[in-house]
């Protein structure tokens, strides 16, 4: 099956620094989404990215298809951005998502 | 719009009981897929069902998990006789027709003592 890494394992951040969290995957993927556990353990949506960029906010995202990985942009790191990043793929419409083992990321005040 | 729904949020079961797990989908939304985290790991796919219909249930344990997604009511994720292994937390994910994008729920954290 796809392989999904995720780069680094663990990140610690002084508040209003930057960030990019990277997600390399083996085989082609038709679906690639980025989320953030929070510490409460909730999944939370960040992007729909299985190719070009994407902004939100401070938060931005590019996934290069051809060349097989991702990226996570976090711009003037909060406190509240600390958790766990998982970037997901699928091969297709209505499949299933292999996740990555995440990025925690710690957020230092 | 209401997100996905779980219940319960928590659950605690002894060694050898039964644990039912619920999910409601968005409104719109037939496809529904289950997740399971151990602790400290990712999340692992489980089974992918439409209404009636069990799609893909490639990572399900062989024996003692079932799942179901009836014509009206929730999904339900059934593990029976259950194991201290079994304890982590369950999510649920739905998807529209065709598109690809998937909904978390908020999870059910199982504990097996």
């Known amino acids: 099956g796809i392989q999904v890494e995720q780069s680094p394992p663990d990140l610690i951040l002084q508040e209003g620094a930057n960030s990019t969290l990277r997600c390399n995957f083996s085989?082609?993927?038709?679906?690639l989404q980025w989320f953030h556990q929070n510490p409460w353990g909730q999944l939370i949506n960040l992007f729909y990215i299985p190719s070009g960029t994407k902004q939100n906010g401070r938060l931005s995202a590019t996934t290069v298809a051809t060349e097989r990985y991702s990226l996570l942009y976090i711009s003037s790191s909060q406190t509240t951005d600390s958790g766990v990043y998982f970037c997901a793929v699928g091969g297709g419409a209505n499949s299933k998502l292999t996740f990555g083992k995440g990025i925690t990321l710690s957020v230092r005040p | 719009n209401a997100g996905v729904m779980q219940n319960p949020r928590h659950l605690v079961r002894r060694r050898g009981q039964e644990a039912r797990l619920r999910c409601s989908p968005m409104?719109?939304?037939?496809?529904v897929y289950w997740y399971r985290q151990l602790p400290e790991e990712g999340l692992k796919f489980m089974v992918y069902l439409q209404k009636e219909n069990i799609i893909d249930e490639s990572g399900m344990p062989k024996e003692r998990f079932s799942a179901e997604f009836p014509k009206e009511g929730p999904s339900i994720l059934r593990i029976q006789q259950v194991v201290r292994g079994d304890s982590a937390a369950y999510f649920c994910?739905?998807?529209?027709?065709?598109?690809?994008?998937?909904?978390f729920g908020p999870g059910t954290r199982l504990l097996v003592l």
């Open positions: 085989d082609s993927v038709n679906n």
């Open positions: 409104k719109g939304h037939s496809h």
């Open positions: 994910a739905s998807s529209p027709p065709g598109l690809e994008t998937q909904y």
